[in-house]
């Protein structure tokens, strides 16, 4: 497919949501990088559409800062996390994509980290992994209303 | 005048005078001059630490170091007109058009010191294409369906307008 006949297919706001959906066909343990450090990761795998910053661009991409650590109060927040479309089908393995996680989580979310909070490991990122989200916003309103907050 | 200005507006004179009889005008000049060049200097230097790591490109010989050229190392995955050639540079934009925040992300590597770097492929938006020096790399670069690592995507999301110009190579970092 052409560049413009992609992006003709990816107005109207919805190419993101295309992207995560169209993610589900990737291989799950694919895996052709070099070793890099978390950081680096980050910039390679996720920077694209959430910035060197973690910040929200509104109506395309949700802030990782606003609310991702308070998720990881209850098990259901860890599991959406790691299901979500765009983690799930990573090109990276369960070991780095559990530091990755790790990483973002006190880069961007540390204030908001409950105090017992448990590192990812690499067999939590492969149990879920394998069952990624198919309704992202149905998983996220549930979690919000697990945490007792006005699902949005 | 009230009468807390008066006794201010008397010291102000003293001060002031003083200050005319112990230095020279030249003097004066030659501090401020001073003060100017070295306050010029400040906001440069974290960011001549940041980039002390990338050799200069100027040393690589042939095309992989002509940022106008497909074979620019730092242009290993793009996919599009160079905004080199098109008003801008290698990692900035034309005027008039605006850099798309959202982009994606891979790895090339810089002849001159054999590391990989960090390169942000970001497309320059707002203007008609640019249509001189197109180019098409694709090292590391993936299929479609894993748009987030595609460079055949149009990138001008989050820009006012969607309609793309360029592209640029911005270099990020060393990639470890």
């Known amino acids: 497919m052409s560049r413009a006949g992609i992006a003709r297919s990816l107005r109207r706001g919805r190419g993101l949501l295309a992207a995560g959906a169209l993610a589900l066909l990737v291989p799950q343990r694919a895996r052709d990088a070099a070793a890099f450090s978390p950081d680096v990761n980050y910039a390679l795998h996720c920077q694209g559409c959430h910035l060197a910053d973690g910040r929200a661009t509104p109506g395309l ?6 609310e991702i650590g308070r998720f990881m109060r209850v098990r259901e927040g860890r599991d959406y996390l790691i299901r979500l479309p765009n983690v799930a089908a990573t090109q990276l ?5 559990a530091a990755l996680l790790n990483w973002l989580l006190r880069r961007f979310a540390a204030s908001e980290l409950p105090a017992d909070f448990q590192p990812f ?22 979690v919000q209303r697990l945490l007792g907050e006005k699902p949005g | 005048m009230s009468a807390w200005q008066a006794p201010l507006d008397r010291l102000t004179e003293r001060v ?11 003097s004066a000049l030659a501090r401020l001059g001073t003060w100017l060049v070295g306050a010029a200097g400040l906001p440069l230097l974290p960011v001549a630490r ?3 790591a990338l050799p200069d490109d100027a040393r690589i010989a042939g095309d992989a ?25 290698a990692s900035a934009c034309p005027p008039g058009t605006e850099m798309s925040p959202i ?12 590391n990989d770097y960090v390169v942000s492929y970001n497309d320059c938006c707002g203007s008609t294409l640019c249509l001189r020096c197109q180019c098409l790399r694709t090292e590391g670069e993936k299929p479609p369906y894993v748009l987030w690592k595609n460079n055949s995507l149009l990138w001008c999301f989050g820009t006012k307008s969607r309609a793309v110009h360029c592209s640029v190579s911005v ?5 470890k």
């Open chain 2, 103 to 114: 982009t994606w992300i891979g790895t090339c590597r810089n002849p001159a010191d054999g």
């Open chain 1, 121 to 142: 490991g690499a067999a939590e990122i492969a149990a879920g992994r394998h069952q990624p989200l198919v309704d992202v916003e149905g998983a996220r309103r549930n």
């Open chain 1, 93 to 97: 393995d369960d070991a780095d994509t």
């Open chain 1, 61 to 66: 991409v949700p802030a990782i800062d606003g």
């Open chain 2, 171 to 175: 270099v990020l970092g060393i990639a």
């Open chain 2, 50 to 52: 940041g980039y002390a």
């Open chain 2, 65 to 89: 170091g002509d940022p106008t050229s497909c074979d620019y190392w730092r242009n290993c995955a793009i996919d599009g007109f160079l905004c080199a050639c098109c008003g801008g540079t």
């Open chain 2, 16 to 26: 002031t005078r003083g200050l005319a009889r112990s230095t020279s005008r030249r």
